[in-house]
T-cell receptor
Framework: DAGVIQSPRHEVTEMGQEVTLRCKPI?????LFWYRQTMMRGLELLIY????????DSGMPEDRFSAKMPNASFSTLKIQPSEPRDSAVYFC???????????FGDGTRLSIL | AQSVAQPEDQVNVAEGNPLTVKCTYS??????LFWYVQYPNRGLQFLLK??????LVKGSYGFEAEFNKSQTSFHLKKPSALVSDSALYFC????????????FGTGTRLQVTL
């Protein structure tokens, strides 16, 4: 079975540019999560969706960050404009339903110069 | 509020010896507890969970964890460590009111040597 698919795996861009990260959850999973991992702050939940509806975006750091889930098989996390402190590994995860284990993609390593 | 503490940044163990990775939690209500493992340049992989039932939970790759309500702990254990178990281990918690919203610990690096 295909797991959670994230693209791109690596992204290097200059500050001020728009960055779009993409995620395809596991088919049939109803919940989708975006996380950010850094050495300093560990693993942080940014936002999560249930049935394509954003439930909790309290972890989104600033208005520069936005996330959408137009359908059950696709989600994006956008940063505009990007800043060097946004450099991190961004993970997408999905789960079958609330309280069930989350399945993670292999992440997007983002470097903002 | 919910929180998780992993008091050890790193645990070192010789192959063949038992290993324990510690986790304590704080939640209001009944906890949902999880262990995940992360290998380099990969996403987190689910190992096991406790929702309700037996306090001893068995998971993937021979790992198990014991839920202790009085000590608010959920330590990860394995009877005999392998070099291939070397990785970063995360404990996570949520509760019945926020079942989807996991709070992760800071992670414990397990190093298994020959």
């Amino acid at each position: 079975d295909a797991g959670v698919i994230q693209s791109p795996r690596h992204e290097v861009t200059e500050m001020g540019q728009e960055v779009t990260l993409r995620c395809k959850p596991i088919s049939g999973h109803n919940s989708l999560f975006w996380y950010r991992q850094t050495m300093m702050r560990g693993l942080e939940l940014l936002i999560y969706f249930n049935n394509n509806v954003p439930i909790d975006d309290s972890g989104m750091p600033e208005d520069r960050f936005s996330a959408k889930m137009p359908n059950a098989s696709f989600s994006t996390l956008k940063i505009q404009p990007s800043e060097p402190r946004d450099s991190a590994v961004y993970f997408c995860a999905s789960s079958l339903s609330q309280g069930q284990p989350q399945h993670f993609g292999d992440g997007t390593r983002l470097s903002i110069l | 509020a919910q929180s998780v503490a992993q008091p050890e940044d790193q645990v070192n163990v010789a192959e063949g010896n038992p290993l324990t990775v510690k986790c304590t939690y704080s939640v209001s209500g009944n906890p949902y507890l999880f262990w995940y493992v992360q290998y380099p340049n990969r996403g987190l992989q689910f190992l096991l969970k406790y929702i309700t039932g037996d306090n001893l939970v068995k998971g993937s790759y021979g790992f198990e964890a014991e839920f202790n309500k009085s000590q608010t702990s959920f330590h990860l254990k394995k009877p005999s460590a392998l070099v291939s178990d070397s990785a970063l281990y995360f404990c996570a918690v949520s509760h019945t009111g926020t079942a989807s919203k996991l709070t992760f610990g800071t992670g414990t690096r397990l190093q298994v040597t020959l």
